[in-house]
């Protein structure tokens, strides 16, 4: 016997848990052809040591999606949540790729200030002379010359100076962004850059993006394009008015149209990633029309490589969201 507390990186016990649970309301995850795929996904990102090591955090929000798709009611959930969890394991290696250039920048970075100590040493003055007459042969060439720095001391300097000048690069792209496009909502997530689009992106009902809109997208191409290193995630979402599966359709489709006219600017398809999360992920209650208005939104989301800057909801997703699905004879995707 035990208490029922699981250790919170214990994902593949939630899941064969859950998996009794599913099997009694007669869905058998083991043969959804989504569910299989997402689950061969995460094990092998999980025996991959630099993603486990690297994007600990989404893979185990991934962990924790699967056990509630074991969990799921009819077909229809078990397959949502088997795509949103197999996103979050394409999240995960995103951020790993990244992550691990920047703990090979940060060890630079501290061989560069341990070379900037050494220097500061050498060039220190040497202290007096307890005897005045010459030092001994043996001796000679230690006094107070410093050794030139020689190739080994010049990488981790420029190292720092690299890591400097994204840091300023970074900011200035922000500010970049924020005054090339006035309409759209451009903030810093932790350390993601979200970009909103406007609300008046995708008709009334339709998953087609405005061209009036997409011919605005040109100043974020550039900044991609300027930065090969950066992943791109763009999320859909609609309000909680009518049906759950139509708007996570809806959701998904806005988000692959945004997607598809990146790639015809000239942004590689395998950089970006599309998520359609229908009503499960609102900013506001659904309760008032200003509410449902901001929950109809589609992001992109400029991704940096710490695992903890998420993109992912929490593990509620389809289980229960923040604010309540509202039973409406609308379809939730108006602007």
């Given at each position: 016997?035990?208490?029922?507390?699981?250790?919170?990186?214990?994902?593949?016990?939630?899941?064969?848990?859950?998996?009794?649970?599913?099997?009694?309301?007669?869905?058998?995850?083991?043969?959804?052809?989504?569910?299989?795929?997402?689950?061969?996904?995460?094990?092998?990102?999980?025996?991959?040591?630099?993603?486990?090591?690297?994007?600990?955090?989404?893979?185990?929000?991934?962990?924790?999606?699967?056990?509630?798709?074991?969990e799921?009611?009819?077909?229809?959930?078990?397959?949502?949540?088997?795509?949103?969890?197999?996103?979050?394991?394409?999240i995960?290696?995103?951020?790993?790729?990244?992550?691990?250039?920047?703990?090979?920048?940060?060890?630079?970075?501290?061989?560069?200030?341990?070379?900037?100590?050494?220097?500061?040493?050498?060039?220190?003055?040497?202290?007096?002379?307890?005897?005045?007459?010459?030092?001994?042969?043996?001796?000679?060439?230690?006094?107070?010359?410093?050794?030139p720095?020689?190739?080994?001391?010049?990488?981790?300097?420029?190292?720092?100076a690299?890591?400097?000048?994204?840091?300023?690069?970074?900011?200035?792209?922000?500010?970049?962004?924020?005054?090339?496009?006035?309409?759209?909502?451009?903030?810093?997530?932790?350390?993601?850059?979200?970009?909103?689009?406007?609300?008046?992106?995708?008709?009334?009902?339709?998953?087609?993006?405005?061209?009036?809109?997409?011919?605005?997208?040109?100043?974020?191409?550039?900044?991609?394009?300027?930065?090969?290193?950066?992943?791109?995630?763009?999320?859909?979402?609609?309000?909680?008015?009518?049906?759950?599966?139509?708007?996570?359709?809806?959701s998904?489709?806005?988000?692959?149209?945004?997607?598809?006219?990146?790639?015809?600017?000239?942004?590689?398809?395998?950089?970006?990633?599309?998520?359609?999360?229908?009503h499960?992920?609102?900013?506001?209650s659904?309760?008032?029309?200003?509410?449902?208005?901001?929950?109809?939104?589609?992001?992109?989301?400029l991704?940096?490589?710490?695992?903890?800057?998420?993109?992912?909801p929490?593990?509620?997703?389809?289980?229960?969201?923040?604010?309540?699905?509202?039973?409406?004879?609308?379809?939730?995707?108006?602007?």
């Amino acid at each position: 016997m035990h208490d029922g507390a699981l250790h919170p990186g214990s994902g593949g016990l939630l899941i064969v848990l859950a998996l009794s649970v599913a099997a009694c309301a007669g869905i058998e995850p083991a043969k959804d052809e989504v569910y299989v795929d997402a689950s061969r996904h995460l094990a092998e990102s999980r025996a991959d040591p630099d993603v486990s090591r690297h994007a600990r955090v989404p893979l185990n929000a991934a962990a924790r999606t699967l056990a509630q798709a074991q969990e799921a009611e009819d077909l229809a959930q078990l397959r949502h949540l088997s795509y949103l969890g197999r996103k979050q394991v394409d999240i995960a290696r995103a951020v790993a790729e990244t992550r691990g250039a920047e703990a090979r920048l940060e060890i630079l970075t501290r061989q560069a200030r341990a070379a900037a100590a050494k220097a500061r040493r050498a060039t220190a003055a040497p202290p007096p002379q307890i005897q005045p007459m010459a030092p001994p042969p043996q001796a000679e060439g230690r006094g107070g010359t410093a050794t030139p720095a020689g190739p080994d001391d010049d990488a981790p300097r420029a190292a720092v100076a690299a890591a400097a000048a994204a840091a300023e690069r970074d900011t200035a792209q922000v500010r970049r962004l924020e005054q090339t496009l006035p309409d759209f909502k451009v903030q810093v997530d932790k350390r993601n850059t979200v970009i909103t689009l406007p609300e008046t992106s995708f008709p009334p009902g339709t998953t087609t993006l405005d061209p009036k809109v997409s011919d605005r997208l040109s100043p974020l191409v550039e900044v991609l394009k300027e930065n090969l290193d950066r992943k791109v995630v763009v999320n859909g979402h609609t309000d909680d008015s009518g049906d759950p599966q139509q708007n996570i359709r809806i959701s998904n489709a806005r988000a692959e149209s945004v997607k598809a006219r990146l790639v015809d600017m000239g942004i590689a398809e395998t950089r970006i990633l599309t998520i359609g999360y229908g009503h499960n992920s609102p900013i506001a209650s659904n309760d008032t029309a200003a509410g449902r208005r901001a929950n109809r939104r589609v992001e992109i989301v400029l991704m940096r490589s710490d695992p903890r800057s998420e993109t992912i909801p929490p593990a509620s997703v389809g289980m229960g969201p923040a604010y309540p699905h509202r039973p409406s004879p609308g379809i939730g995707t108006s602007p």
